[in-house]
């Protein structure tokens, strides 16, 4: 009942920005949440959101560098990525949790995923 397109990837050197976007369509779930997987790497949790109240989570990686909103009338979700490192490439995943209690941060906690969005950083 609910599909997430993401984009805004690309090519960036380290130190500068990107921001990515998440669109919802169709029910939208409780809790949105950005993960990222490399190569070779398990598919980890980065930043998480809920569609209603003021709760967010950040991963301690990007804590201080990465910040997730939302915009509920359009049903999309961004994360602005700034002071980007090389350790920051990965594909970068949107995903979609029932849950209407709290952010998580494991994978099997979300029921609908995007399809990605490549960021690569260079050194």
């Known amino acids: 009942q609910v599909q997430l397109v993401e984009s805004g990837g690309g090519l960036v050197q380290a130190g500068g920005s990107l921001r990515l976007s998440c669109a919802a369509s169709?029910?939208?779930?409780?809790?949105m949440g950005w993960f990222r997987q490399a190569p070779g790497k398990e598919r980890e949790f980065v930043a998480g959101?809920?569609?209603?109240?003021?709760?967010?989570y950040y991963a301690d990686s990007v804590k201080g560098r990465f910040t997730i909103s939302r915009d509920n009338a359009k049903k999309t979700v961004y994360l602005q990525m700034n002071s980007l490192k090389p350790e920051d490439t990965a594909v970068y995943y949107c995903?979609?949790?029932?849950?209407?209690?709290?952010?998580?941060?494991?994978?099997?906690?979300?029921?609908?995923w995007g399809q990605g969005t490549q960021v690569t950083v260079s050194s």
């Open positions: 995903a979609a949790d029932r849950s209407p209690y709290t952010i998580s941060h494991t994978t099997e906690s979300y029921d609908v």
């Open positions: 169709g029910r939208t779930f409780n809790v």
């Open positions: 959101i809920r569609w209603s109240g003021s709760s967010t």
